[in-house]
């Protein structure tokens, strides 16, 4: 009886472990990327202009940031564009929707391993981007589509600068 529950506990074992090297094998784009070696990812800059975005807005509305909000750019910028008006606000509303929608395109990892989209409400989730370039996995993350997020990244920084001078 013993040795059943023994040879259980080591396949579950070895399965876990399997499953462990799996996901770091994922990881291997992130980290390079990360690690700034040339010809890698963009994803740790496009991580870094979400980050400074954030923080910007949350530095301009001060006491108006809910706790719940967080990670979520989306609503920050959109209640940034409240208390401004024009064209400007506009746009970057229109921007902090285009930025959630593609985040929800990329295909990343929870805390426990399951495969997810990354929640338009909490960007951190993309340093787990399951990336197309450790594997062969249709369901990965493109390249492109991280290039498309740094793009919409990149459009809000430049507005937040030239209408708003927030940003340096």
């Known amino acids: ?4 529950y023994a040879s259980a506990f080591s396949f579950f074992h070895v ?9 770091l094998m994922y990881r291997r784009a992130n980290r390079s990327s990360f ?4 010809g890698s990812s963009c994803l740790a800059s496009t991580y870094g202009k979400l980050v400074a ?19 979520d750019i989306q609503v920050m910028l959109t209640r940034f564009a409240l208390h401004r008006s024009g064209v400007s ?10 930025l959630a929608n593609r985040l929800n395109v990329l295909s ?20 787990y981007v399951l990336h197309e370039w450790d594997g062969n996995d249709a369901a990965n993350t493109k390249e492109n589509d991280i290039k ?21």
């Open 1 to 4: 009886m013993r040795n059943r």
């Open 15 to 23: 399965v876990r472990i399997l499953r462990l090297r799996e996901i």
């Open 35 to 38: 690690l700034g070696k040339p």
């Open 53 to 71: 975005i954030e923080l910007t807005i949350k530095d301009e509305l001060g006491v108006a940031i809910s706790s719940g909000w967080q990670h």
């Open 89 to 98: 606000a506009a746009i970057l509303n229109s921007l902090a929707t285009q």
């Open 108 to 127: 990343c990892t929870n805390k426990s391993g399951t495969r997810i989209c990354v929640p338009s409400n909490n960007y951190p989730y993309m340093r």
């Open 148 to 168: 498309a997020v740094d793009n919409i990244a990149e459009r809000i920084i430049r507005i937040l600068r030239r209408s708003y001078e927030v940003i340096a």
